[in-house]
């Protein structure tokens, strides 16, 4: 009955909608549906993914461009689940003020005076992770940062990035009137921001746009990108200019989580092209905050993804995750470890009851397992992907890249993660649908089937044929996004 219901609908789908756009015929189409696991060809329509099937049903539907796969893989595209498009401000000669362990005003005026002395007039001067044992009684006010930097604009932001002090400098570059307190939260301070990234932004937004060459070369079309709230304001302004090439969903830092709250009862959540819902954690500190963050972020829909180092650190989440769950009877939080290659067997059924997702990058894999190898780390448990996927765990694969400077191709993760012992079918999954899982799109994404995004790779060799070491030689022909061809090698 429900084959049936599908094939219905499959003929539906095929002759209601508009006709097939695009074809590819005769590849080896790995399809990470586990109805229909390989396929011969596949079509799209508009950008969506108009029928997977055999070389005759498709070449029945298609009406426009039909490629020859050449008995090439061709898979859903890959996505990137930990990736950093850019970092903003990466080249500032003059950092921000890191104001954590400065104990006196003076100190501030001290730092803040030696900036005004070497930058032009009209600089930003920022400050960041101040808090509130710093000011003993209260804050400073805009005027006594107006007496120290009366010609840069000065923006401090306090330790969870949900509030900070600026002088009238920087009030008047983000349109504020004389009578505005330098005391600025929640929506306001995207006015400020807005102002610091625009002698930036188009530098900023060439970057971004560079790196999603360089992705579509590569293969990915979706990347998760996690990092400071200047780099969402920049995706952001891309993505409404109508410049995107492939997909992003972005996690600004988790402390300033009301941030999101508030942006997203403004604006909504995204769309195809650019999402957003999720939040990063850095190292983990103390357990109170952490608890007070999951938990805040959690009880309005949010999305947990937190920096992992030590084990003592992982422990520590997981029971703030598995608290959490169970204080708001969270029934998917998809809570994310991020970097935890290393889980021990007693931690792996913790994960599985917070229903918390593995972020694993096999390439700093590799450099963690060559550095064990050289006694530079104590033995661990890398890489446990058999007990992890056994526990009903998903595994999402990134590569902690940053395009512009170094790109770690899904290739090279499919073949590193293969000599470690996991198939090429698990590690395609955990690279394309199960990396939509860890960003709530598993229904749009990551697997081709008759209604999903049209996002495809098609390479230039059936990757099954090929020996382990020589996963990383096969070359990208063809990338689509959205039923596009954005990336040719012909
Ligand atoms: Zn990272």
């Given at each position: 009955m429900r084959l049936r219901l599908a094939i219905a609908l499959l003929f539906l789908r095929a002759t209601a909608a508009a006709p097939a756009t695009l074809a590819i015929v005769n590849a080896r189409v790995w399809t990470g549906d586990p109805a229909r696991p390989f396929a011969e060809a596949i079509a799209t329509s508009g950008d969506r993914v108009l029928a997977v099937g055999s070389n005759a049903g498709i070449r029945a539907l298609a009406a426009g461009t039909v490629i020859d796969g050449a008995g090439a893989t061709l898979t859903p595209g890959f996505i990137d689940s930990h990736i950093h498009l850019l970092v903003f401000d990466r080249n500032r000669p003059y950092p921000p003020?890191?104001?954590?362990?400065l104990t006196t005003r003076r100190q501030v005026a001290d730092r803040i005076s030696a900036y005004a002395a070497k930058l032009p007039k009209g600089a930003w001067i920022l400050g960041e992770d101040w808090t509130d044992a710093l000011w003993a009684v209260q804050p400073p006010s805009r005027a006594w940062l107006d007496r120290i930097a009366p010609d840069h604009p000065v923006w401090l932001t306090r330790i969870e990035g949900a509030s900070g002090i600026a002088n009238s400098a920087a009030l008047r570059a983000a349109g504020?009137?004389?009578?505005?307190?330098?005391l600025v939260g929640g929506g306001n301070m995207w006015r400020i921001e807005a102002a610091i990234i625009e002698p930036f932004r188009e530098r900023d937004e060439r970057i971004v746009e560079h790196a999603m060459d360089l992705l579509l070369r590569a293969g990915v079309t979706s990347a998760q990108h996690n990092n400071a709230w200047y780099d969402f304001l920049i995706l952001r302004r891309l993505h409404q200019a109508g410049r995107r090439r492939i997909r992003v969903y972005d996690s600004p830092p988790l402390p300033a989580w009301e941030r999101l709250r508030d942006y997203i009862r403004e604006f909504g959540r995204g769309d195809a092209w650019m999402h957003w819902g999720g939040l990063k954690g850095f190292t983990v500190v103390t357990e109170p905050d952490y608890y007070r963050w999951v938990s805040g972020a959690s009880s309005c829909g949010l999305q947990v993804m937190v920096h992992l180092g030590s084990e003592a650190e992982l422990r520590t989440l997981l029971g703030v995750f598995l608290r959490v769950r169970r204080e708001q009877h969270?029934?998917?939080?998809?809570?994310r470890l991020e970097h935890a290659h290393d889980l021990p067997p007693d931690v792996i059924p913790l994960v599985a009851e917070a229903r918390a997702i593995p972020s694993w990058q096999p390439a700093l894999l590799a450099h963690f397992a060559a550095r064990t190898a050289a006694g530079q780390l104590a033995p661990r448990n890398l890489f446990p992907a058999r007990a992890v996927l056994d526990a009903g765990v998903k595994i999402a694969f990134g590569t902690d890249s940053s395009p512009a400077y170094s790109l770690v191709a899904p290739v090279q993760t499919l073949q590193i993660a293969m000599e470690h012992a996991m198939s090429l079918d698990q590690a395609l999954r955990a690279h394309t649908l199960d990396a939509a899982y860890a960003e709530f799109a598993e229904n749009e994404k990551g697997s081709l089937q008759?209604?999903?995004?049209a996002d495809f790779v098609l390479f230039d060799r059936d990757l099954s044929r090929l020996p382990v070491h020589q996963i990383h030689e096969a070359k990208v022909r063809l990338t689509v996004v959205g039923g596009r061809i954005m990336y040719d090698s012909r």
């Amino acid at each position: 009955m429900r084959l049936r219901l599908a094939i219905a609908l499959l003929f539906l789908r095929a002759t209601a909608a508009a006709p097939a756009t695009l074809a590819i015929v005769n590849a080896r189409v790995w399809t990470g549906d586990p109805a229909r696991p390989f396929a011969e060809a596949i079509a799209t329509s508009g950008d969506r993914v108009l029928a997977v099937g055999s070389n005759a049903g498709i070449r029945a539907l298609a009406a426009g461009t039909v490629i020859d796969g050449a008995g090439a893989t061709l898979t859903p595209g890959f996505i990137d689940s930990h990736i950093h498009l850019l970092v903003f401000d990466r080249n500032r000669p003059y950092p921000p003020i890191f104001m954590r362990y400065l104990t006196t005003r003076r100190q501030v005026a001290d730092r803040i005076s030696a900036y005004a002395a070497k930058l032009p007039k009209g600089a930003w001067i920022l400050g960041e992770d101040w808090t509130d044992a710093l000011w003993a009684v209260q804050p400073p006010s805009r005027a006594w940062l107006d007496r120290i930097a009366p010609d840069h604009p000065v923006w401090l932001t306090r330790i969870e990035g949900a509030s900070g002090i600026a002088n009238s400098a920087a009030l008047r570059a983000a349109g504020f009137g004389a009578q505005t307190p330098g005391l600025v939260g929640g929506g306001n301070m995207w006015r400020i921001e807005a102002a610091i990234i625009e002698p930036f932004r188009e530098r900023d937004e060439r970057i971004v746009e560079h790196a999603m060459d360089l992705l579509l070369r590569a293969g990915v079309t979706s990347a998760q990108h996690n990092n400071a709230w200047y780099d969402f304001l920049i995706l952001r302004r891309l993505h409404q200019a109508g410049r995107r090439r492939i997909r992003v969903y972005d996690s600004p830092p988790l402390p300033a989580w009301e941030r999101l709250r508030d942006y997203i009862r403004e604006f909504g959540r995204g769309d195809a092209w650019m999402h957003w819902g999720g939040l990063k954690g850095f190292t983990v500190v103390t357990e109170p905050d952490y608890y007070r963050w999951v938990s805040g972020a959690s009880s309005c829909g949010l999305q947990v993804m937190v920096h992992l180092g030590s084990e003592a650190e992982l422990r520590t989440l997981l029971g703030v995750f598995l608290r959490v769950r169970r204080e708001q009877h969270l029934a998917d939080p998809r809570f994310r470890l991020e970097h935890a290659h290393d889980l021990p067997p007693d931690v792996i059924p913790l994960v599985a009851e917070a229903r918390a997702i593995p972020s694993w990058q096999p390439a700093l894999l590799a450099h963690f397992a060559a550095r064990t190898a050289a006694g530079q780390l104590a033995p661990r448990n890398l890489f446990p992907a058999r007990a992890v996927l056994d526990a009903g765990v998903k595994i999402a694969f990134g590569t902690d890249s940053s395009p512009a400077y170094s790109l770690v191709a899904p290739v090279q993760t499919l073949q590193i993660a293969m000599e470690h012992a996991m198939s090429l079918d698990q590690a395609l999954r955990a690279h394309t649908l199960d990396a939509a899982y860890a960003e709530f799109a598993e229904n749009e994404k990551g697997s081709l089937q008759a209604g999903k995004l049209a996002d495809f790779v098609l390479f230039d060799r059936d990757l099954s044929r090929l020996p382990v070491h020589q996963i990383h030689e096969a070359k990208v022909r063809l990338t689509v996004v959205g039923g596009r061809i954005m990336y040719d090698s012909r």
